[in-house]
């Protein structure tokens, strides 16, 4: 089975960074793509980042691009969210997910990075940004 563990979240004031960490394990497939979301309170699931894992594609969601960074260390099976310059409004709980096709492709960049076609979610890590 494939297991996600997300963690780095907590709380900072508006311009600080955190940074992710989402830690894979039970991944066999030959390819695959990892995604960050996240949800605020009555809010959809928005796509904020994805990364394949064969050919190294990276899309970002136009929220978060200049701001936020996706990195993987597949020795540690380990993809990253770096997140820079935080504003109150990206408050919300932080998931990773994971998908056995290699969706951080041109479909995702033209129509977004899409919830409902990753099969396999993390418990969520909660980021607090305060004014």
């Known amino acids: 089975d494939v297991q996600l563990q997300a963690s780095g979240g907590g709380k900072v004031q508006a311009g600080g960074s955190l940074r992710l960490s989402c830690v894979a394990s039970?991944?066999?497939?030959?390819?695959?793509?990892i995604a960050w979301f996240r949800q605020a309170p009555g809010k959809e699931r928005e796509g904020l980042s994805c990364i394949n894992s064969r050919d190294n594609n990276i899309i970002y969601g136009g929220a978060v691009k200049g701001r936020f960074t996706i990195s993987s260390d597949n020795a540690r099976n380990t993809v990253y969210l770096q997140m820079n310059s935080l504003k109150p409004e990206d408050t919300a709980v932080y998931y990773c997910a994971a998908d056995p096709r290699p969706l951080c492709d041109r479909t995702a960049q033209e129509m977004g990075i899409r919830f409902y076609e990753y099969n396999d979610w993390g418990q969520g890590t909660q980021v607090t940004v305060s004014s």
């Open positions: 039970g991944l066999t497939y030959d390819d695959y793509a």
